[in-house]
């Protein structure tokens, strides 16, 4: 069976994680997409850099499966390749600035009057409309706006996520709405502007925290690792390292305190339910923490895991690429790039389909890796594109 998105052409114009993801899950299922960026490569493609070129480690990542063209779309001629480009194409993906797109005619109107059954999806920092609109920001920026950053960490020192769960998750949101667009259209014929942001996605991941705060004033202050609204909820030091253990719910509990041995938790009014326990929580932690401490990580998950308590270690970088299950689970798929010392692993879409599933099929494209064809595919001669690429067009 062909791929669900084949036949879909994506044109990329986004930059770092949040536009360019949500064009690699177009492209993990079938979708065609080019990569626009700039002649001398765009800020994103050298963060991190692995291989000699300077490509990092994030543009491999985000970057798979993607035909990528450099392009001055400033220019009267840029403009009219962009043009040529969006009428040919299903999907225009960009994280810019509103007077940015409004400046390379990527904003819906302009669009819309090349092809009218267009589909923009757009990211932006804080989303349009509000007193932040004008303003532009990374990851990070939702992290710390969403409550999530003061609720990490101690009251003395929140803590941001290395991890850019923001970008990511937005990258999520706006493939759906994208592919909720795609539905639309065939069933109505018309396009539509899709718009992500990236407060709005932190915020939806923090909803239940706030709903909280809103209705019953919890007023709640960061506790580290520890877990506010149910008990044991920690990172706990073993002998030779750490695991994190969630116990979250009655029958979790019951199951804990006959590993302890110790019944009495079941009847004690402190730790009568979640909230409760939550509420309690350096008690209960500080039970767990003497149990841990007198195991190895291995015999604490093996116990642990035998109890169906929730429970996993907490892994070095190159301990989670050396982990067996996931090896077994085939997460990663190693991909070679020219100039880096070895392969690449690339994470798989985490989202598997019986009868349609993606596939990661090429790596990441060197830059103007695929000008020349794309390009060719546009009408222009071997001629012309010299004579663009002399201008300093492409």
Request: hydrophobic share 40%.
């Amino acid at each position: 069976m062909a791929a669900v998105l084949e036949g879909i052409r994506v044109l990329d114009f986004g930059r770092y994680i949040a536009g360019p993801y949500c064009a690699t899950l177009l492209a993990e299922h079938g979708a065609e997409v080019i990569r626009i960026e700039k002649r001398e490569g765009s800020e994103d493609r050298f963060q991190a850099p692995v291989a000699e070129t300077g490509e990092g480690a994030l543009f491999l990542q985000i970057n798979r499966n993607k035909l990528d063209l450099t392009l001055d779309p400033m220019t009267p001629e840029g403009q009219e390749i962009v043009r040529k480009l969006v009428a040919t194409a299903d999907v225009v993906v960009a994280n810019l600035p509103m007077q940015t797109l409004k400046a390379m005619k990527l904003d819906y109107p302009s669009l819309k009057a090349v092809k009218d059954d267009i589909i923009l999806t757009t990211v932006s920092a804080y989303g349009n409309g509000g007193p932040y609109s004008d303003r532009v920001g990374f990851d990070g920026i939702g992290q710390v706006m969403s409550g999530a950053v003061y609720m990490t960490g101690t009251e003395d020192q929140p803590y941001r996520a290395q991890v850019p769960w923001v970008d990511f998750g937005t990258a999520l949101h706006c493939a759906f709405g994208t592919m909720a667009a795609l539905m639309a259209r065939k069933a109505t014929g018309k396009g539509q502007w899709v718009q992500g942001a990236l407060l709005a996605t932190a915020v939806t991941f923090g909803n239940a925290l706030l709903i909280e705060q809103a209705v019953i004033q919890s007023n709640r202050v960061p506790t580290g690792n520890r877990g506010q609204t149910a008990a044991p909820v920690d990172i706990f030091r073993t002998k030779d390292g750490w695991v994190l253990c969630q116990v979250i719910g009655d029958p979790l509990f019951k199951r804990w305190a006959k590993l302890m041995g110790e019944e009495h938790w079941l009847t004690d009014p402190r730790f009568k339910d979640d909230i409760s326990r939550g509420n309690n929580g350096p008690i209960v932690s500080e039970r767990m923490s003497r149990w841990c401490a007198e195991r190895t990580t291995a015999d604490a998950l093996e116990i642990l895991g035998a109890a169906k308590l929730p429970a996993g270690p907490v892994l070095k970088p190159q301990q989670t690429l050396d982990d067996p299950h996931i090896k077994a689970m085939g997460f990663f798929q190693p991909m070679e790039f020219p100039g880096a010392p070895r392969p690449a692993p690339l994470a798989k879409a985490p989202v598997w389909l019986s009868e349609t599933p993606g596939s990661i099929r090429q790596r990441a494209p060197l830059l103007g890796e695929h000008t020349d064809h794309i390009l060719g595919e546009l009408g222009y001669s071997a001629d012309a594109i010299g004579a663009l690429r002399s201008k300093g067009i492409v």
